[in-house]
């Protein structure tokens, strides 16, 4: 473990300049240029094997390195997008150049030892993430494990997250005066506001751990007008994907009977991502902790309040782990200038070495002990969708 410290120390400094040019070039989803190519050009300079632009993703890539031996395809996850007006406030900065650092302290493992080590630049986390699209294209095919380190407050083991279906109801009726000829109108902002009625009336009877959130997206033009176009956007969110399609159903009859009621019609589609949920692999997830304990850092149980991550596709494609590393002695909220200004302290540069250590010798254990990866392996083929 201290070799990898000792490597993790001696990049550390190149890693410094990659974490600042970041925070100081924040970029949204899918606009991350400045920072894609600032993380392509540190690994090809450290001998990695590029596959840029991929699925037409300008700004995600794919850097591979594969030692001569056999063994484990061995997977990090970078993420480098910003939020609006407040920069890095997610410490997608640190959690970028976080997982460079392992991959580079990972690539000498490999180079000695055999396996391989891959290491996915995933754009715009914060929206639609491009995590789903590796998923679903069989990137994560041949991948035995992967792992993505978000910064955090403190240390907290890898908990789950709601699957996440974005849906959009669009109900069509017909314009007439509002005053003067109202009975030949069909109003579908009507529909719209029974939609949110029946979704409000099904939310009692639905399981704690869902939830259900929506805007009027267009509401009408004028108020002399019937509107004769509604749009709603609505978040379902559950616990498991097999909950997913029974709630779901019922979420669309209630728009189906908004438009029933009206005389509008319905349609609905996906407008973004869809998430799945966070499975995290118990057994890597353990063995993670233990090597942070082993280094006499304490980390505290999942989180229990929550939303959805793209990382949840990818856990339902191979075992994974999504661990929070600390850097700071307080709490932090995410999502603050606050905790955006706390990913250049010294005791985040801290977390971010504990953290590539530990990612670093979970994955040499993984490879290197065979009954560590069955039970992996059994734990995985074994998830609960
Ligand atoms: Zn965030
Ligand atoms: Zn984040």
Redesign the pocket.
């Known amino acids: 473990m201290e070799n990898y410290r000792k490597r993790a120390l001696e990049l550390l400094p190149e890693l410094k300049v990659l974490n600042q040019y970041i925070y100081d070039n924040p970029e949204l989803g899918y606009e991350e240029h400045l920072s894609s190519k600032a993380h392509i050009e540190l690994l090809e300079n450290h001998g990695f094997e590029m596959e840029l632009s991929p699925l037409g993703m300008e700004t995600a890539y794919v850097a591979r390195f594969r030692g001569e031996k056999p063994g484990l395809t061995m997977a990090y996850l970078a993420e480098y997008d910003a939020?609006p007006g407040i920069g890095h406030?997610?410490?997608?900065n640190l959690l970028g150049t976080t997982s460079i650092g392992a991959a580079l302290v990972l690539k000498d493992y490999v180079k000695e030892n055999g396996g391989t080590v891959v290491l996915f630049g995933t754009p715009a986390?914060?929206t639609s993430g491009a995590k789903v699209a590796f998923a679903d294209e069989g990137y994560f095919e041949g991948v035995d494990l992967a792992i993505c380190p978000h910064p955090s407050d403190y240390y907290f083991s890898s908990g789950k997250s709601l699957a996440l279906v974005p849906i959009a109801f669009t109900f069509t009726g017909k314009t007439a005066h509002a005053a003067s000829d109202p009975q030949s109108g069909i109003n579908a902002l009507d529909a719209l506001l029974l939609t949110f009625n029946n979704i409000n009336a099904l939310r009692e009877h639905i399981r704690p751990s869902a939830r259900i959130h929506g805007i009027v997206k267009e509401g009408g033009l004028a108020a002399n007008v019937v509107p004769d176009r509604a749009v709603g956007e609505f978040y379902v969110r559950t616990m498991t994907l097999d909950y997913m399609e029974e709630l779901l159903e019922k979420v669309i009859n209630c728009a189906k009977a908004g438009a029933l009621a009206t005389g509008c019609t319905m349609e609905y589609e996906h407008y973004e991502a869809i998430y799945h949920n966070m499975v995290t692999n118990e057994s890597l997830s353990e063995h993670y902790n233990n090597v942070l304990k082993e280094m006499g850092i304490e980390v505290c149980p999942p989180r229990e309040s929550f939303g959805s991550l793209d990382m949840g596709n990818v856990s339902q494609v191979c075992p994974a782990i999504n661990p929070y590393f600390g850097i700071s002695e307080h709490e932090i909220p995410?999502?603050t200038v606050e905790f955006r200004d706390a990913t250049l302290t010294d005791l985040a540069m801290e977390g971010m070495v504990n953290t590539i250590v530990a990612m670093v010798k979970t994955m040499v254990d993984c490879n290197e002990k065979p009954e560590l990866m069955a039970s992996i392996k059994e734990e995985f083929d074994n998830r609960k969708r």
């Open positions: 939020l406030g997610c410490g997608h986390e914060e995410g999502h």
